[in-house]
């Protein structure tokens, strides 16, 4: 029996997701606590495809620190240059022996699309999207793939592509430019077919707000699962997951799904809301809520804040008092104009004073916010003071 | 004739019950699983065995020794990584001298479908009948010829499933030689057997009783099962005022005071204090220095060595580890006031009535209450009064 390959495309940084990207690339961002790379490998575990290739590039040593810990057969090539897609695919071809799975590293998959797509050869899996112009557009006529266009200005259709293909060793013969929407487009031009396989369900994190979606979208299957000490003053309800060593404090409401990591201390009268999840020593100090948010390791948020609709990376104090509301505006996300509607995305290494207010604004890495500051609607560039 | 019992595995799907144990040590009617096994294979006329061991290979050894007590001959294959069946019976190659006996550690069979087996010529494989196949390799059999083989399919073609049981000969080693690293990322003994039905030489035998243990729950059925067949003894002492009705088996030192009332078919180990007014119901066995004590009711649980249940308690369709200890009025619910199948972390039991899997060493303080499907890890610590439900990691901690 042929055993089907996969190339996984985790060399990009994922500039869009800055300040996120800055220590980390796009695939290796925790989301409900694992490394979106890891939903990957998992999904194609799950189908029995362990021939597993991935492609690095931006911060290479830490994807392959982290993917040695896998009891997988996985193989590392480097991308020395972010050129695109097809070139990195390129790095991987020596590797290849027949039909391989194509799929990038930086966005959710489930397993039984895969399962799907892994049974056609040269087929592409596709999803509608609202906003079809950040992704490659495809055209379709009787279940196959008659036109695909890379970021058009005006999508002529809401169908895109997923950039998960299932591909024969030929397909690198087509590969002509640096991106593999181009080598999919030559390989239609002489005549070769492509199949349309619809995924069931799919997320891409384009800017770092989408990051909150995923999130929610990856804690919904959460099981229940409590280790560490909790009070039994302490109320836990729905799917809530509690790591080793975590201390939760008398008082404190957590409500699921919600995720907590290893050796944290959250409480006394915290208030935990849904779609929240939280990494590994992290601190949340008496009186202060978290709802729909997104916490990495080594956190500290203190008493009687109020924090939603935010992505906090990792490292992070945050003084007493600190506010966070969710409001809609429009940021400069690399030179363009985006709309969004979130609180706060944070980098790594914040600091701020108390009484700090956030609306709809991306502080970067190592930012000092002094106190009393409101920061509305603004991009705050890494290592800015905001006195 | 040896006898090759494939034991090597932890059987992670009874976690939290294997933390301490590998799960063919598992104790139904108060013997571990591997021991029916052995002495339905004894039974059968077969004196050597070979334990392919690996993960808890210190406590089979510790149990079964050389074999002298039960008069058999028994040697180790220790199987350092469990790469798989295939790669398991590699580890036997220098153990066997001609045709021989393979079988599943984790399954029930009777002494006479052993004998049946022998008699057959290898390389022979054991069928039996079950209501979800998925969760087995499907078999297709046309007289008496395995004709095919499906592991695991969402859709099987029959009910007709691999029982784990085989008579192979010397040449079977030759095919697991060749057999690859499966998708599964194991060495699978099924694609040796695909040799061999490509052949037409694979022979088919249907067992007239078979049970596997897959999920924890499934002890409660091979427990009755094998209780059945109990034959009723007393080695305790049993004061007046004490009913029994149906099999009750008491052990050595086990003292049974008065005002209880014993339901069988029950089992209690040596050592055991039970009563006054305790209230014990079939099908429940009682491992060795158990305390169950006044106005504790018991109903089809397995309860393992040294666990006290000693005041007010409830505990129905459970497995208790060994070594808990649990406060007054603590309590196992195992009922949906839907009556619907309970589901154990996120899997189906198919049950109606199920109550809590919990692990060693767990302490619950006073007037706990334990929802149905409620899954403990060992050593977990609960204040009282405290509500369970779901999973709880190994050393939780409610205080």
């Known amino acids: 029996m042929k055993r089907l390959q996969a190339v996984i495309l985790a060399a990009g940084e994922g500039k869009r997701v800055r300040p996120l990207t800055w220590s980390r690339p796009k695939a290796m961002i925790p989301v409900a606590n694992h490394p979106i790379i890891e939903y990957v490998i998992d999904a194609l575990r799950k189908n029995g495809i362990r021939d597993i290739i991935v492609v690095v590039g931006y911060r290479k040593e830490q994807v392959t620190r982290f993917l040695n810990q896998f009891d997988l057969p996985l193989r590392v090539v480097v991308q020395e240059k972010q050129l695109g897609t097809a070139h990195a695919l390129l790095q991987a071809e020596p590797e290849i022996r027949g039909d391989f799975l194509l799929l990038p590293g930086d966005n959710y998959i489930d397993p039984h699309s895969i399962g799907r797509i892994a049974r056609v050869p040269d087929a592409v899996l596709v999803k509608e999207h609202p906003n079809p112009s950040n992704f490659g557009v495809v055209l379709l006529d009787e279940g196959e793939v008659r036109s695909i266009v890379e970021k058009p200005e005006h999508a002529p259709s809401f169908m895109v592509s997923t950039g998960i293909y299932s591909l024969k060793k030929d397909f690198f013969t087509f590969i002509g430019a640096n991106d593999i929407t181009d080598a999919v487009a030559a390989m239609l031009g002489t005549g070769r077919r492509i199949r349309a396989v619809t995924a069931d369900d799919w997320q891409d994190a384009i800017y770092p707000w989408d990051l909150l979606k995923m999130n929610r979208r990856l804690l919904a299957g959460l099981l229940a699962a409590q280790e560490g000490l909790t009070s039994r003053h302490a109320t836990v309800q729905g799917p809530v997951r509690i790591g080793k060593g975590t201390t939760i404090g008398p008082h404190t409401v957590i409500t699921g799904p919600v995720i907590i990591g290893n050796d944290c201390t959250i409480g006394p009268n915290c208030c935990i809301l849904p779609n929240t999840s939280i990494g590994s020593r992290v601190t949340i100090e008496p009186l202060t809520m978290i709802g729909n948010a997104l916490v990495m390791d080594d956190v500290t948020i203190c008493s009687n804040s109020r924090v939603v609709d935010s992505v906090i990376g990792e490292r992070g104090h945050f003084a007493d008092h600190m506010s966070v509301s969710t409001i809609k505006g429009i940021l400069e996300i690399e030179g363009n104009p985006v709309r969004s509607e979130f609180g706060a995305i944070i980098g790594d290494n914040v600091k701020s004073g108390p009484f700090t207010l956030c609306r709809n604004c991306i502080i970067g890495n190592n930012v000092i916010l002094e106190g009393t500051n409101d920061v509305i609607s603004r991009v705050i560039p890494d290592g800015s003071v905001v006195i | ?399």
């Open chain 2, 1 to 399: 004739m040896e006898c090759v019992v494939l034991a090597a595995g932890e059987g992670k799907r009874m976690r939290p019950l294997t933390a301490r144990r590998p799960k063919v040590m598992l104790p139904l009617a108060n013997r571990p699983m591997l021991e029916h096994l052995v002495l339905a294979a004894r039974d059968a006329g077969i004196t050597d065995f070979v334990f392919v061991v690996g993960y808890g290979e210190r406590e089979i050894r510790r149990h079964f020794g050389n074999g002298s007590q039960w008069g058999l001959h028994i040697f180790y294959a220790p199987q350092r990584q469990q790469l798989g069946t295939a790669d398991a019976l590699r580890s036997v190659r220098d153990f066997v001298t001609g045709p021989f006996l393979t079988m599943n550690g984790d399954m029930i069979i009777q002494n006479q479908d052993i004998a049946r087996l022998l008699a057959q010529t290898p390389p022979c494989m054991c069928t039996s009948t079950t209501d979800h196949p998925q969760d087995y390799g499907v078999v297709m059999v046309e007289n008496d010829i395995v004709t095919a083989l499906e592991e695991k399919s969402p859709h099987p073609r029959s009910t007709l499933i691999n029982a784990g049981a085989y008579l192979f000969t010397l040449e079977i080693f030759n095919l697991v030689d060749r057999v690859q690293l499966s998708s599964r990322g194991e060495f699978e003994l099924t694609d040796a057997l695909n040799v061999l039905i490509a052949g037409h030489q694979l022979q088919a035998l249907h067992l007239s009783a078979w049970m596997d243990v897959g999920n924890p729950w499934d002890l409660l059925d091979a427990n009755s099962t094998l209780m059945a067949s109990l034959l009723p003894e007393n080695h305790g002492t049993v004061e007046q005022g004490v009913i029994l009705t149906g099999t009750v088996v008491i052990g050595q030192n086990t003292v049974v005071k008065s005002g209880t009332y014993i339901e069988g078919p029950c089992i209690i180990g040596e050592n055991c204090r039970i009563g006054p007014h305790a209230y014990i119901r079939g099908a429940t066995s009682i491992g060795d220095n158990c305390h169950i004590g006044h106005c504790t009711e018991l109903k089809n649980s397995i309860i393992m060595a040294k666990t006290k249940i000693p005041h007010f308690n409830y505990i129905g369709d459970s497995i208790i580890g060994s070594g808990c200890n649990f406060g007054a009025g603590t309590k196992v619910a195992n009922l949906r006031h839907d009556h619907a199948p309970v589901r154990v972390g996120g899997t189906d039991t198919r049950r109606i009535k199920f109550g809590a899997i919990i692990g060693d060493g767990v302490q619950f303080g006073i007037n706990c209450s334990i929802n149905v499907g409620s899954v403990v890890g060992s050593n977990a610590m609960f204040a009282p009064n405290s509500s369970i439900e779901g999973w709880y990691g190994e050393n939780a901690t409610i205080r």
